[in-house]
């Protein structure tokens, strides 16, 4: 069972970015998924987007809203983190996680698969 997160990188303030992760081992559908992030200094606490097995809903953190959009294909088993407008105070590893079941709602520690992590600057 296996993430692989792939595409971070060096960005502008006000710049785009897609992060993906791929699953192998395991099948997407019975899953729920989420990306976090660690910023420098920082804990690995609650998600910033999650979606659910339970309802068709996906679920931003307030400080992404609006600039975010995560999305799933369960038949490429792959995970999207759309990021428009990047600010400075994006900067962070980022993770994609999974964990069996309905809800996605948790924090870092229920999670049960992770990807290894992509980093992502947002500097001028």
């Known amino acids: 069972v296996q993430l692989q997160a792939s595409g971070g990188g060096l960005v502008q303030p006000g710049g785009s970015l897609t992060l993906s992760c791929e699953a192998s081992?395991?099948?997407?559908?019975?899953?729920?998924i989420a990306w976090f992030r660690q910023a420098p200094g920082k804990e690995r606490r609650g998600g910033i987007s999650c979606i659910p097995t339970s309802d068709g809903n996906t679920y931003y953190t307030n400080s992404v809203k609006g600039r975010f959009t995560m999305s799933r294909d369960n038949a490429r088993k792959t995970l999207f983190l759309q990021m428009n407008s990047l600010k400075p105070e994006d900067t962070a590893v980022y993770y994609c996680a999974a964990v069996p079941g309905r809800y996605c709602l948790r924090p870092a520690r229920e999670y049960k698969y992770w990807g290894q992590g992509t980093q992502v600057t947002v500097s001028s």
């Open positions: 081992g395991f099948t997407l559908d019975d899953y729920a």
